[in-house]
């Protein structure tokens, strides 16, 4: 199970933005362990965007379902709105107008990811479409469109399908044009699946793992 995991992983390019839908019955947080595991274990930093305590939750369920969680103490936290501090926070940006929240974000970004090898990952970003208007959605996914393919890092967006779907269902689809690689939650009775219904590498594509 492991080595098929980190075949996944493997076959991942730095400059992808991969997407990871799930809906809201479905916990997307093996993924996010082996994503951390996976890429400690390559030598890779990594940055959690932590929006609006989104990994509050998934720390709290991964600790919950019985899961080893200190290694989120080595994690370099951008915290964006929100007010529980999880793991090693470099920085604490408010939810301010888009212009004002993304020159902020790039001073603290840019200068972590400047050495390249850096596996970001992205946590509540359907939460900023939800609060967020029209206009700052779209400069959202400017954004992201703007670091794909920026092989300094290779980045990991979970979102929630069913969030998304009610609050801005406009966008998903634009997200998932903008990905390289897009992976699907589902459950199966107890056990997780994980689908590629999207990636740019045809090995990638269609293929599936299972997790308990």
Do not use: C
């Amino acid at each position: 199970m492991v080595d098929k995991v980190n075949w996944l992983w493997d076959s991942l390019k730095p400059g992808e933005t991969i997407l990871i839908e799930h809906d809201s019955l479905t916990s997307p947080v093996l993924g996010l362990y082996y994503a951390v595991k996976w890429a400690k274990e390559k030598g890779y930093k990594v940055i959690v965007d932590d929006i609006l305590d989104g990994l509050y939750l998934q720390v709290s369920h991964l600790k919950l379902a019985g899961y080893e969680t200190s290694f989120v103490d080595e994690l370099q936290i951008i915290k964006e709105g929100g007010t529980i501090r999880v793991g090693n926070v470099v920085a604490h940006l408010r939810l301010n107008q888009y212009a004002i929240r993304q020159t902020q974000y790039s001073r603290v970004y840019e200068p972590l990811i400047s050495g390249g090898g850096v596996v970001n990952i992205v946590l509540g970003l359907d939460k900023l479409f939800l609060i967020s208007d029209l206009r700052e959605n779209m400069n959202t996914i400017n954004a992201i469109l703007s670091y794909t393919g920026d092989e300094r890092r290779l980045a990991i967006y979970f979102v929630n399908r069913d969030l998304m779907g009610i609050s801005s269902p406009h966008f998903l689809p634009l997200l998932e044009e903008i990905a390289t690689t897009v992976i699907r939650v589902t459950k199966e009775r107890s056990r997780y699946v994980f689908s590629v219904v999207k990636s740019i590498n045809n090995n990638l594509d269609g293929e599936s793992l299972s997790l308990p």
